[in-house]
């Protein structure tokens, strides 16, 4: 049996950041069928504890497995030519009211095939998975009918089954409205709640629903129909809101135990306050603000003050984050957003999980499931100090390494 394959394998002597914070001395990790079965400072580890487990590695920084909880993995086309057009002066909202935008992915998404999609997408999940990435949320959005949402959702699943990462799916139907709707938004919603959600739902295909509550996307009595679909049909809620402006999205969202409220740069502190008390997660996602070269920061010392957990997430799309690196987005998150690099990797594991209503993930800690990562660098920090590439010295899912420097094993 490799030492890939083996269901008993030791780390000795890493630095350890358990999604949470920085372990002050060397510690050595056992890993036994799929999860984490023991941990101890490597200077007072006794042999005996780990007995017939196989080394599998030493030194280096031990971090969980990142978990990206906001992307738009799966599209067809792009939208270079609107980068130019933001670069020579048009705004985001002008380009989505003359059709492009969302828009523009959505004719490209829809004609394409779900093989085509799947040879589109992997190529991005594939960067996600070189740069840390153990668990991912893929959103559906680009289709905008029942079965081009269907087929989104399809193509996501698939990727989980084609390569070793955990995949949650999101229905995003409400992303943008459809040409076809042109002033019925109303009777779209309806087409969402009363179609898209039951069928969705009815396949096992979403494990829960987003909104784009925004002047350009859905009002907030619209969202709140989707809210109670959603809730009717056992699915989770998550809201894009505040990224444009100011709509109480936010605290909407919270009011209907949402996982997470993404991209909130215009929240204010009644919806920080909301968030707080029904412990919605703020999904941070600084590749987007990045591209866009927006001005309005988040506000973090209020999503501090009232200890909301904040997540980092790449939002990988084709129009305002085409960016599959989630470490460049720890970096961004502290340059642009001022987080300190713990709260950058705190985002990316623990509070990223629990974005996703996993909390028993992105963690380091006796009984987790061992999804890890061991870095080549000398402390935590570096993941978000420095952007360069190649750091992964091995990715482990699901307790088998699925990546081993210079050798994918496909072990799932």
């Known amino acids: 049996m490799s030492v890939h394959s083996h269901s008993r394998l030791l780390w000795r002597d890493v630095q350890l950041f358990d999604g949470l914070m ?134 996501a699943r698939r990727l989980g089954e084609l390569r070793p990462v955990r995949v949650l799916t999101t229905l995003l139907g409400a992303h943008a409205l459809p040409p076809e709707y042109a002033g019925h938004a109303d009777d779209y919603v309806s087409l969402v709640c009363e179609e898209m959600i039951p069928a969705a739902a009815r396949e096992g295909l979403a494990d829960a629903v987003d909104v784009f509550c925004e002047g350009i996307g859905f009002s907030l009595a619209q969202c709140e129909r989707i809210y109670q679909a959603a809730k009717a049909h056992g699915l989770a809620i998550k809201a894009h809101a505040e990224q444009l402006s100011n709509l109480g999205g936010s605290a909407l969202a919270a009011r209907y135990g949402a996982l997470s409220a993404d991209h909130i740069e215009y929240l204010d502190e ?22 866009l070269r927006e001005t309005q920061l988040p506000p973090i010392e209020l999503l501090r003050q009232y200890g909301v957990p904040m997540a980092v997430a790449s939002d990988a799309n084709p129009g305002t984050s085409p960016i599959c690196m989630p470490t460049l987005m720890a970096n961004l998150a502290c340059t642009l957003f001022r987080l300190t690099p713990r709260e950058a990797l705190a985002g990316m594991t623990a509070h990223g999980a629990r974005a996703l209503g996993l909390p028993e993930l992105g963690r380091i800690v006796v009984g987790a499931p061992a999804d890890l990562c061991l870095w080549d660098i000398q402390q935590p920090a570096e993941l978000a100090y420095a952007v360069q590439a190649g750091r992964l010295r091995q990715r482990v899912f699901k307790g088998a390494i699925s990546y081993d420097k210079g050798v994918i094993t496909h072990a799932r």
């Open 22 to 155: 920085q372990l002050d001395e060397a510690m050595t990790v056992l890993v036994e069928n799929g999860r984490i079965a023991g941990l101890w400072p490597s200077r007072s580890f006794d042999e005996m504890q780990a007995q017939d487990a196989v080394e599998a590695g030493r030194g280096g920084v031990m971090t969980p497995g990142l978990v990206d909880c906001h992307t738009h993995l799966i599209y067809a086309g792009n939208r270079a030519v609107e980068f130019e057009q933001r670069l020579e002066g048009a705004s985001y909202e002008e380009i989505a009211r003359a059709g492009g935008g969302i828009l523009s992915s959505v004719r490209a998404t829809r004609a394409a095939s779900e093989d085509e999609l799947i040879a589109a997408s992997l190529p991005r999940l594939d960067a996600l998975l070189a740069d840390g990435v153990t668990t991912v949320e893929i959103k559906s959005g680009y289709g905008l009918t029942v079965d081009s949402e269907l087929k989104m959702l399809r193509v």
């Open 270 to 291: 009644d919806g920080v306050r909301a968030m707080a008390e029904a412990g919605t997660v703020a999904v941070l996602l600084p590749g987007a603000f990045h591209v």
